[in-house]
């Protein structure tokens, strides 16, 4: 590309060609990586009209492990209405029954160890990202 250029009161046209920008770093995949689980996904569940979103702060994980495992204990004691509540990533509490519950935190869980393996694929130049880390990290193509 030319652009002008003026040196000594006089406009020339000189090549320019533009730096390339940056390379993505580890940390800038780690970064999309938190924002992603921060910000959540939405899971569907049987007998629920609309998916529910969770966020999937460290907190959040440990508040639904927590939960799957007082899920797991109703179960196995025969619990089948809706005992068990979350507030989910819209502020919206869910009353759920115990499998309700172990479906939703499973999908979660599943969820964001899909989006840790394609942080650690991009990283370590694996799987489908054999080339590096691309340029394009954050388009939503690359991750779940």
């Known amino acids: 590309m030319k652009i002008s250029v003026l040196k000594n009161g006089i406009i020339t046209e000189v090549d320019y060609t533009a730096p390339e920008p940056p390379l993505p770093t580890p940390q800038d995949v780690n970064a999309e990586r938190e924002r992603r689980l921060e910000y959540g996904a939405a899971f569907t569940v049987a007998g629920v009209t609309d998916p529910i979103p969770l966020q999937g702060r460290p907190l959040d994980q440990t508040v639904y492990l927590a939960l799957l495992m007082r899920a797991q204990g109703f179960k196995a004691a025969g619990v ?11 502020d919206v509490i869910h009353s759920l029954t115990p499998d309700q519950m172990m479906s939703l935190v499973m999908q979660s869980m599943t969820w964001f160890e899909s989006v840790m393996a394609i942080s650690w694929a991009m990283k370590d130049s694996t799987g489908a990202f054999t080339g590096g880390i691309p340029t394009d990290y954050t388009d939503n193509a690359h991750w779940p």
């Open 80 to 90: 089948t209405t809706a005992a068990l509540n979350v507030r989910a990533g819209d």
